[in-house]
């Protein structure tokens, strides 16, 4: 949660303080000849490309672009190119527009305008390329039907988003390939092309973050269509002693789940989402789907899978969370909204409830806080990896009311009450909404 703004403010403040020094630097600009601001160009674009696009996940000179490195280089040469003649035009006409300082404070004027020369251009990429990633990384989850029930297929561009990355990788499918190898008898490889020809199949399956917190919007539920894994680790020949299958990703995101859970007939890897290729966001050209574990080893941006015989442990396992991730039942009420206020007439409460790939087989509301429950309507799931959506009819008199909404299982476990934070494995407890019913206003 902090982590990625603290490292944005840090790489803010790496520009900032960088463009002071250019700026600074730009002092020599005014001058004659173009022989320093043809260094100071070069020296800037060799760091963009070879020190701030790997720290962004694009690899060396951009490498890992859809673009590839070329067109990356030369979009960086370009943006250099701009940022020096507006450096040496500005180092040319500041002095000419604050007119001759005075002899004492000469040289400590001219620092300050040029560090601030320097600080005002840095800072105006620093804002601009913050709010382009900002852009590009919305999660729309949070805001999906704030007045209703969300819909039993959430669209694409409503589906959650979470990435490590500053920059997710831009992959081109030309040049894309499925590396399948390890403790397997025949290793292959797979175009983009290739993997579209072999026989799919299509499931609806619902995710959810790790990270989600109780009553939380980072789950989506969707129509995907791929390859079993198990067709893949089929044609690859498994070899004795394998215990687990490792995902690597385009953004060198990896993470592992046993063998025996890849065998599973709807454990997928991804290329369609809601009829559509996936989206970048949603990790084209290839994702994974594995029922009843969260979001985070639903590996994105796929490019190796690799069968191993030890206990790999992924990104998010060295920071402290679980391996396992196994989908805890939880329950959610979307209508109404908590704190509102409704009149006195004939309401209806309603949400989703999920339990991974063990289906759901009962949902109830309670309206006092929990002392007592009574049973909700449920639709029945899409698939047996989906959340339902369920609903109870209520008929409430003025007054406050804490409503509660637990769920159980298909094999009977009842979603426990015991409230937990999402890490290490997972939040827990029951979703709470407080809302006010009052009397209908008189003319």
């Known amino acids: 949660q902090v982590a990625k703004p603290a490292v944005l403010l840090l790489i803010a403040a790496g520009w900032l303080a960088a463009g002071g020094a250019v700026g600074v630097a730009a002092d020599r600009l005014h001058r004659p000849g173009w022989a320093y601001p043809l260094v100071l160009g070069l020296g800037l674009w060799l760091a963009a490309g070879a020190v701030l696009l790997p720290a962004l996940g694009q690899d060396f000179f951009g490498a890992s672009a859809a673009a590839g490195a070329l067109m990356s ?46 600080v005002v251009a840095a800072g105006a990429v620093v804002v601009l390329g913050r709010w382009l990633w900002a852009l590009t990384h919305l999660t729309t989850g949070a805001l999906l039907n ?11 561009s409503d589906f959650y988003t979470v990435s490590k990355n500053f920059f997710d990788p831009d992959v081109n499918e030309a040049r894309w390939e499925l590396e399948v190898s390890g403790l397997v008898e025949q290793p292959f490889t797979l175009s983009y092309q290739e993997l579209l020809a072999l026989d799919g199949t299509q499931q609806y399956l619902t995710l959810a973050c790790i990270s989600n917190e109780v009553g939380g919007h980072l789950m989506g539920n969707a129509l995907w269509r791929g390859i079993r894994l198990s067709d893949l680790l089929g044609r690859a020949g498994v070899r004795p002693g394998a215990i687990k299958v490792v995902l690597t990703g385009e953004d060198g ?23 559509e290729p996936l989206t970048t966001p949603h990790g084209f050209p290839l994702r994974a789907l594995v029922p009843g574990i969260y979001g985070m080893k639903n590996g994105k941006w796929l490019k190796r899978m690799e069968v191993v015989d030890y206990d790999f442990q992924g990104y998010w396992q060295e920071r402290g969370w679980s391996d396992q991730a196994v989908i805890k039942t939880s329950s959610r009420i979307d209508l109404p909204a908590y704190g509102d206020s409704y009149p006195d007439e004939v309401a209806v409460i309603g949400g989703v409830a999920f339990a991974g790939d063990q289906g759901i087989s009962q949902v109830e509301v309670s309206t006092n806080g929990g002392r007592t429950w009574l049973p909700a309507e449920v639709k029945k799931s899409l698939s047996p990896f989906t959340w339902v959506l369920w609903l109870r009819e209520w008929d409430p008199t003025p007054g406050r009311y804490e409503l509660l909404v637990r769920a159980t299982d298909s094999t009977g476990g009842l979603q426990t009450a015991e409230r937990h934070k999402p890490l290490p494995d997972g939040a827990s ?15």
């Open 73 to 118: 280089s030369l979009f960086w040469s370009l943006v250099v190119a701009a940022y020096i003649l507006i450096l040496k035009a500005a180092a040319w006409a500041l002095p000419h527009l604050a007119g001759p300082p005075a002899p004492v404070d000469r040289v400590r004027r001219r620092l300050v305008r040029r560090l601030a020369l320097g």
């Open 146 to 156: 704030a007045g209703g029930l969300p819909p039993e297929v959430t669209p694409t």
């Open 253 to 275: 995101y990896s993470d592992s789940f046993p063998l025996d859970k890849a065998l599973e007939s709807g454990t997928l890897l991804a290329y369609h989402m809601n009829d």
């Open 429 to 443: 407890g029951y979703h709470r909404v407080v809302v006010r019913i009052q009397k209908p206003a008189t003319n």
